[in-house]
């Protein structure tokens, strides 16, 4: 079957519900991308719900932003066959992603040359309807053994924990340890430059932690799926429109009825409006 015929097959069978309801576990209560039932707000209502939960108690708070450098690029194809098996697909569903996923080629041009064909062997097609599932499963098993709270939306993982002790900060150290362990294993790899921490309540102390060899930087601020998250104030900034803030207290909107409402204007932020004349 010719690639062009694939593409078309991809958007006419229903792919995700099929791969999503039969792979096991059905929902990991930390993945909210491409996930049924979850979206980038209920990623940051859960997340966030607990972490103000425990600032609100008197204790000291680091979350670590994360996140994987070229991920849906560098997934490869051989680790993602035998993911798909473990999770519960059987062989026919699993060697027809495979074939999807085959003899797939590229090659680099630059200005009057070019290089010769090379077949692509990882990643995940970005633009379909199957890749975001693929990758959900390959990084399904991200949080195996971690101690503290983690969740992921696509490539962007938050790690965060009470860091009141010694024993506290080394679980969080420990835990980057085994996500970089984990990211080698499967020929990963996180984009040390965008991987930040935030120091949550009045007497952190600022505790430095590490990937691998490379010291995270501490951060005031990171934009975290749309919204900027402030360490210090605690506010959530978002764009209603270009050079309008509009900023909302965290701390103060975190009931059960204002949690939708307090993140409903970062979905104007991916929003276009064009009137008809």
């Given amino acids: 079957m010719m690639k062009a015929?694939?593409?078309?097959?991809?958007?006419?069978?229903p792919s995700t519900h099929v791969i999503q309801t039969r792979a096991r576990p059905e929902n990991p209560k930390g993945r909210h991308g491409f996930t049924i039932n979850?979206?980038?707000?209920?990623?940051?209502?859960?997340?966030?719900?607990?972490?103000?939960?425990?600032?609100?108690?008197?204790?000291?708070?680091?979350?670590?932003?994360?996140?994987?450098?070229?991920?849906?690029?560098?997934?490869p194809h051989g680790l993602l066959a035998n993911k798909l098996v473990k999770c519960g697909l059987d062989k026919t569903t699993v060697r027809w992603i495979c074939n999807w996923l085959s003899k797939r080629t590229q090659r680099v041009?630059?200005?009057?040359?070019?290089?010769?064909?090379?077949?692509?062997?990882?990643?995940?097609?970005?633009?379909?309807?199957?890749?975001?599932?693929?990758?959900?499963?390959?990084?399904?098993?991200?949080?195996?053994g971690l101690e503290g709270s983690i969740i992921k939306f696509a490539d962007d993982t938050k790690l965060g924990g009470i860091t009141k002790t010694p024993e506290d900060r080394n679980r969080i150290q420990n835990d980057l340890?085994?996500?970089e362990r984990w990211a080698e294993?499967?020929?990963?790899?996180?984009?040390?430059?965008?991987c930040k921490i935030l120091h949550f309540g009045r007497k952190n102390g600022m505790q430095r932690y590490r990937t691998g060899d490379a010291w995270l930087d501490s951060s005031t601020y990171e934009k975290d799926l749309g919204v900027l998250m402030d360490?210090?104030?605690?506010?959530?900034?978002?764009?209603?429109?270009?050079?309008?803030?509009?900023?909302?207290?965290l701390i103060s909107i975190f009931s059960a009825e204002?949690?939708?409402?307090?993140?409903?204007?970062?979905?104007?932020?991916?929003?276009?409006?064009?009137?008809?004349?």
Wanted: with cysteine.
């Fill in 5 to 13: 015929d694939s593409s078309v097959l991809i958007e006419c069978i």
């Fill in 38 to 75: 979850k979206s980038r707000q209920t990623n940051q209502i859960s997340f966030f719900d607990r972490v103000t939960s425990w600032v609100d108690t008197g204790n000291a708070v680091d979350v670590a932003y994360l996140d994987f450098s070229k991920a849906f690029d560098k997934v």
């Fill in 109 to 144: 041009l630059t200005n009057a040359l070019s290089s010769s064909w090379k077949e692509v062997t990882s990643g995940v097609p970005q633009g379909s309807i199957l890749g975001p599932v693929l990758f959900n499963i390959f990084i399904n098993d991200l949080d195996e």
């Fill in 177 to 179: 340890n085994r996500l």
């Fill in 185 to 194: 294993t499967n020929k990963m790899k996180f984009n040390r430059d965008k």
């Fill in 231 to 249: 360490n210090k104030v605690f506010f959530a900034h978002t764009a209603v429109k270009p050079g309008v803030p509009h900023s909302v207290s």
């Fill in 258 to 277: 204002m949690k939708y409402l307090a993140f409903v204007p970062v979905e104007l932020h991916f929003v276009s409006f064009g009137p008809s004349l």
